[in-house]
């Protein structure tokens, strides 16, 4: 698809939408980890698209550039988002009577397996947390997103030689992670 700046060839919000709505979500929910974070994501990433698109001169493809976009709201977020305290989902709540545990029922025919898999993704999940924002946006880019070295380059604006050595701490980052949390690589 060819998107013409709104000079060029009027372009809908709606059609922007309409195109890319799938990729750009799968993007920021891979990113943030949750719904409501990963529509916030995508929403001011279509904002910012469309105010942009005058800009667009048409060099990139547009999901290239649609998801370009999706890594710098990202990124620019987490280092606001640096400084701010965090609550972990695992803690208690308090109902005000006392603490009590989040429980998550188990979706599948098989329990353990089952609880053997969220534990596994919600490892996963916990492990990318801690890498540093960019770390964690090659590793989703290349391993979830299955992007080529050239599209991150284009879509991280770095030259693919700064990708693959991003890429290769970040492994390096996620396995040391993952082995002082005692896994088996």
């Known amino acids: 698809m060819k998107i013409k700046g709104r000079k060029n060839g009027c372009l809908s919000f709606e059609e922007?939408?309409?195109?890319?709505?799938?990729?750009?979500?799968?993007?920021?929910w891979q990113l943030t980890g949750n719904q409501a974070d990963a529509e916030d994501l995508a929403q001011e990433v279509f904002l910012r698209a469309y105010l942009a698109l005058d800009n667009f001169r048409g060099?990139?493809?547009p999901g290239t550039w649609l998801h370009r976009i999706t890594m710098n709201v990202f990124l620019n977020k987490r280092r606001r988002e640096s400084k701010a305290e965090l609550l972990s989902l695992d803690a208690p709540v308090d109902t005000g009577e006392g603490?009590?545990?989040?429980?998550?029922?188990?979706?599948?025919?098989?329990?353990?397996?089952?609880?053997?898999?969220?534990?596994?993704?919600?490892?996963?999940?916990?492990i990318l947390g801690?890498?540093?924002?960019?770390?964690?946006?090659?590793?989703?880019?290349?391993?979830l997103q299955g992007y080529s070295y050239e599209?991150?380059?284009?879509?991280?604006?770095?030259p693919p030689g700064t990708v693959k050595s991003r890429l290769n701490r970040a492994r390096k980052a996620f396995k040391e992670k993952f082995l002082e949390e005692g896994g088996e690589w």
């Open 59 to 61: 060099e990139a493809d």
């Open 151 to 158: 599209e991150m380059a284009r879509i991280l604006g770095c």
């Open 99 to 126: 603490e009590m545990q989040r429980e998550v029922a188990a979706a599948g025919s098989d329990p353990l397996e089952a609880l053997e898999e969220l534990e596994l993704k919600s490892w996963v999940k916990k």
């Open 130 to 143: 801690e890498l540093p924002p960019e770390f964690r946006a090659v590793l989703v880019l290349r391993e």
């Open 16 to 28: 922007l939408v309409a195109a890319y709505q799938d990729k750009v979500f799968g993007l920021s």
